[in-house]
């Protein structure tokens, strides 16, 4: 099992940035998945979620209207389209897989998203 994140990197105040999750060696379209995100000192908190086969979403008060978590379960792959981002959106990202079922679920390795001037 894999999830392997990218698209992170070093963004003004105010800047985009889309977040890919690519999955593998599971069922990713049996799967609800999730970005959290943890920044220094701070508890990782769940950023947004889609249900598995993508009718349904929620997000984190603090980023309503500014993100948008998607998923194209023909490539294995969840997105996150960060708009108006702001220094406190500055944290790792992580991918988060888990299945309704069995309650199998995996992680990412996480990927830097610093936003600075």
């Known amino acids: 099992v894999q999830l392997v994140e990218s698209g992170g990197g070093l963004v003004q105040p105010g800047g985009s940035l889309r977040l890919s999750c690519a999955a593998s060696?599971?069922?990713?379209?049996?799967?609800?998945m999730s970005w959290y995100r943890q920044a220094p000192g701070k508890e990782r908190e769940r950023v947004a979620h889609?249900?598995?086969?993508?009718?349904?979403?929620n997000y984190a008060d603090s980023v309503k209207g500014r993100f948008t978590i998607s998923r194209d379960n023909a490539k294995n792959t969840v997105y996150l389209q960060m708009n108006s981002l702001k220094p406190e959106d500055t944290a790792v990202y992580y991918c988060?897989?888990?299945?309704?079922?069995?309650?199998?679920?995996?992680w990412g390795q996480g990927t830097q998203v610093t936003v600075s001037s």
């Open positions: 060696g599971f069922t990713f379209s049996s799967y609800g």
């Open positions: 988060y897989a888990r299945s309704y079922y069995s309650g199998d679920a995996y």
């Open positions: 889609i249900s598995s086969v993508g009718g349904s979403t």
